[in-house]
Nanobody, 124 residues
Framework: QVQLVESGGGLVQAGGSLRLSCAASGRTFSTYDMGWFRQAPGKEREFVAAVTRRGSITYYADSVKGRFTISRDNAKNTVYLQMSSLKPEDTAVYYC?????????????????WGQGTQVTVSS
């Protein structure tokens, strides 16, 4: 079992920045890949970013590429999502997720464990 707890969400003006954190427990952190997804009201959950278990490879949705950065600190059992140049369309609940099996990290089914989410609201 893996427990994930997100933090760092909040209200920010367009153009601002936020850093989300996701603390993991319950299993050796370096044995699973990590991802961030988001879901806006009335929309389906969508992939945001992912990082492999040693942090050597990252993936991004086109909509956030160049503005968001995913990273992880295996010594702290934490994955981060640094968000810059935020736009109102980034408003959503952001979820971190852990993948213990190899699969397409851009797809939700690759992930076995999910956090409870943290709200990010970007005002115009």
């Amino acid at each position: 079992q893996v427990q994930l707890v997100e933090s760092g969400g909040g209200l920010v003006q367009a153009g601002g920045s936020l850093r989300l954190s996701c603390a993991a427990s319950g299993r050796t952190f370096s044995t699973y890949d990590m991802g961030w997804f988001r879901q806006a009201p009335g929309k389906e959950r969508e992939f945001v970013a992912a990082v492999t278990r040693r942090g050597s490879i990252t993936y991004y949705a086109d909509s956030v590429k160049g503005r968001f950065t995913i990273s992880r600190d295996n010594a702290k059992n934490t994955v981060y999502l640094q968000m810059s140049s935020l736009k109102p369309e980034d408003t959503a609940v952001y979820y971190c997720a852990a993948s213990i099996l190899y699969g397409d990290l851009k797809e939700g089914p690759a992930y076995a464990y999910w956090g409870q989410g943290t709200q990010v609201t970007v005002s115009s």
